[in-house]
């Protein structure tokens, strides 16, 4: 998506350790026009797809979720990484190294939200080595539901979540694929994906 691969280009930050910034407009600040426009892109690409229910996790997702819930009308529901007291104890668990925080989160979904009838779009904001979404994966099959599709703001394509997410055979749609970064020059390379709006 050109747009988000402009701001990225205007706006990220290249660190070392393969980290790309983009809290400026996506994970600390939200651009909530940006996300309209990200949300619209998700909709014409899963169009036709019966989803019932957003899914993401918490924290950074939750945003877009939100925003990508309101264009189709649906539910957001967002994996939790801490049990809290106001949580029901009937819930599907599983555990998901963050590439972000260097941390192993056990991550909780209220049997409630998530059942055998969603139809679910699970949506994040970066994709890296996949462990998220793979943890998104099993609370879905845990619960019976059925994936319809994967939206992701920012792929890092050089690292093998993507590829991994793909092999699986789930339609994964990143808006942004990171094909190279450098942290010394700043320059940021994008795959060439078949045109989007």
């Keep these: ?6 701001r990225i280009r205007k706006d990220g ?6 980290v790309l910034k983009v809290d400026s407009f996506i994970n600390h600040q939200m651009d909530i026009p940006l996300f309209r426009e990200m949300a619209k892109e998700w909709k014409r690409l899963f169009d036709g797809k019966p989803i019932n229910k957003v899914l993401t996790i918490e924290a950074s997702g939750i945003g877009i979720a939100a925003v990508v819930a309101s264009e189709f009308n649906v539910p957001v529901v967002f994996a939790k ?4 007291i106001n949580l029901d104890y ?4 599983t555990k998901i190294q963050s590439f972000t925080h260097k941390k192993i989160y056990n991550v909780i979904v209220s049997k409630k939200f998530l059942a055998p009838e969603d139809h679910v779009l699970i949506i994040d ?7 998220a979404l793979l943890g998104l ?3 879905t099959e845990k619960a019976g539901a059925t994936v319809e599709g994967i939206g992701i703001a920012v792929e890092k394509g050089f690292q093998q ?3 991994l997410i793909r092999s699986k055979g789930i339609q994964l749609e990143s808006l942004a694929i990171v ?14 994906q078949p045109q989007q709006s």
């Design 13 to 18: 930050i290249v660190r070392e350790g393969n």
């Design 137 to 139: 994966l099993e609370l």
């Design 1 to 6: 998506m050109k747009m988000l691969e402009d």
């Design 125 to 131: 904001d970066f994709l890296a080595n996949g462990c």
């Design 179 to 192: 094909e190279s970064m450098d942290s010394a020059t700043g320059e940021i390379v994008f795959r060439d």
């Design 81 to 84: 990484k801490s049990m809290s």
């Design 90 to 93: 009937d819930n599907y668990e």
């Design 161 to 163: 979540g993507g590829d």
